[in-house]
C-alpha cells in the first residue's frame, strides 16, 4: 500500500486521544469515502476509480489528506485536507488551504475536527506556507465572532453541470515551454485586435513579476526561483495563468490564474478556483479585467470543473456577479491593536518557500487569523496579526 505523503510530516506536538491512530491517507483506504458522504456528495466512485485519483494527488505533491484511525475497529473516524497552492507572490511562496474537514457523526463532541485542525496547522507551518484558509458553513460565524473576528472580504461562486460519465476529463498537454496547452483559451471569447491572449511562458519573467507588483507584494524572485515555480505548476498540470500580451509591444498588461483542484467528492471530481487577476494600471478601463474573466470562466467550463470560486473586496462583488457568481461565504479578520508582538526572528522555513516566512491566515468561512505581520507593506487586511506567534 502506498501513502500519499510521507508520515514523517505529521506533527509530533499535538496528542492523539488514546485509541486512535494519526497518519497519511493510503490507496486502499476506500473506507475514506463512507466518511466523506457524511459531509457531501460523493456518488459512487469504484477503487480502480479511487486509485486514479488518489495517483493524480500524489503525483502532483500539493495534497496531504490526514486521517483518523480508530484503533479497535481499524475504521477511519476523522479526516481532513491540506491542500498546497504554488504562487509566485510573496517571494514565489505556498499557499495552504484546509479542505474537506469531517469526523464520523459517532464521534462527535469529542473534539476531533479541532484535533484535526491542529494537526493541519502544523502541518503547514513546516511545509512554509505564506497563508492558510478554510471555508466553513454560515452558521458557525456567530462561534469565531466571539474571538473579535469582523468581516473582510467576499467568497463568490459558481457552479456548472456535473458530467459524471467523464470523472477524468482529460486536457491536451502543454506544447513547448508553455505553462499549458493555448488550445484550452476558448476562441468563442471576442479579444481586441490589439491584445493576444497566450499562456504564461518562462520568458515572460520580467514582464509578468512587476506586473504582480501592482496586486500584492511579490519580493524578490530569482530567475532559478521563478523556473522552479514554473516548473512545478507545468508538472502538476493544474495550473492554468492567462497572460495578455500588447500585440505592440509585447509587453504582458493583464494575467489571471485558473488553479484546478482535485477532489475525491463530487465523484472524483474537479474544483476550480480563479486567483491574481491583475491589468497593468497604464490599461485600465479598457475591459481586459471582464476579458480575462470571461477567459477563465470558459476554461473551467470547458475542463469540467463542477465549481468555480474566488475571492474579493466588497467594492468588486458587483463587478464579478456580472459573470455568474453568487456570494456564498466571507472572510473575517481580527482587529487590529497596539500590543501585538513582532514576529519571531529566528524563524526558518524548511519546505518549499524560497525564504522567510512572512504571513499565516487561518480563515474560516469569512474567519482569518493572521498569526505574522507582513514586512513589505501588503494591503491593509496582511498587516494584522493574531497574538498566537510560532
Request: hydrophobic share 40%; aromatic share 10%; net charge neutral.
Amino acid at each position: 500500500m502506498a501513502s500519499l505523503f510521507d508520515d514523517l510530516l505529521l506533527p509530533t506536538n499535538v496528542p492523539i486521544p488514546d485509541g486512535f491512530s494519526l497518519r497519511a491517507l493510503r490507496n486502499d483506504d476506500f473506507g475514506y469515502l463512507e466518511l466523506l458522504k457524511q459531509l457531501t456528495s460523493v456518488g459512487f466512485i469504484n477503487q480502480l476509480v479511487f486509485r486514479k485519483r488518489f495517483d493524480a494527488m500524489k503525483k502532483a505533491k500539493s495534497y496531504y489528506i490526514v486521517v483518523l484511525e480508530e484503533v479497535q475497529s481499524s475504521k477511519i473516524v476523522g479526516a481532513a485536507t491540506l491542500l498546497i497552492e504554488f504562487k509566485f507572490i510573496h517571494e514565489a511562496g505556498t499557499r495552504g488551504r484546509i479542505e474537506d474537514v469531517v469526523v464520523d457523526e459517532r464521534m462527535r463532541g469529542k473534539k476531533l475536527g479541532g484535533l484535526l485542525n491542529q494537526v493541519l496547522v502544523e502541518m503547514a507551518k513546516t511545509i512554509g506556507v505564506y497563508k492558510l484558509s478554510l471555508e466553513c458553513k454560515t452558521e458557525l460565524i456567530p462561534f469565531y465572532q466571539k474571538f473579535g473576528y469582523q468581516k473582510n472580504l467576499h467568497f463568490l461562486d459558481q457552479r456548472f453541470e456535473e458530467d459524471s460519465e467523464t470523472p477524468f476529463k482529460q486536457w491536451p498537454k502543454p506544447r513547448g515551454d508553455a505553462l499549458f496547452n493555448e488550445d484550452l483559451i476558448p476562441s468563442s471569447v471576442k479579444t481586441p485586435s490589439e491584445i493576444r491572449v497566450r499562456s504564461l511562458h518562462p520568458n515572460h519573467q520580467d514582464d509578468y513579476l512587476k506586473l504582480l507588483e501592482q496586486l500584492t507584494s511579490v519580493g524578490f524572485v530569482s530567475k532559478h526561483d521563478f523556473e522552479q515555480r514554473f516548473l512545478s505548476m507545468k508538472n502538476a498540470d493544474t495550473y492554468f495563468i492567462v497572460v495578455l500580451e500588447d500585440v505592440t509591444t509585447s509587453k504582458i498588461v493583464g494575467a489571471a490564474s485558473l488553479v484546478v483542484e482535485f477532489k475525491y467528492i463530487h465523484e472524483c471530481g474537479l474544483r476550480g478556483r480563479i486567483e491574481d487577476v491583475v491589468v497593468d494600471e497604464a490599461m485600465r478601463g479598457k475591459k481586459l479585467g471582464v476579458l480575462l474573466n470571461k477567459i477563465l470562466v470558459e476554461m473551467a467550463r470547458e475542463l469540467g470543473v463542477y465549481k468555480l470560486s474566488l475571492e474579493c473586496k466588497t467594492e468588486l462583488c458587483p463587478f464579478y456577479t456580472k459573470f455568474g457568481y453568487k456570494e456564498n461565504i466571507n472572510f473575517m479578520l481580527p482587529p487590529t491593536g497596539p500590543d501585538v508582538p513582532e514576529p519571531p526572528k529566528n524563524h526558518i522555513v524548511r519546505q518549499f518557500v524560497p525564504g522567510s516566512l512572512h504571513l499565516f491566515f487561518i480563515e474560516c468561512d469569512t474567519i482569518s487569523q493572521q498569526y505574522k505581520r507582513y514586512s513589505s507593506g501588503d494591503s491593509p487586511s496582511a498587516s494584522l496579526i493574531n497574538n498566537t506567534s510560532f
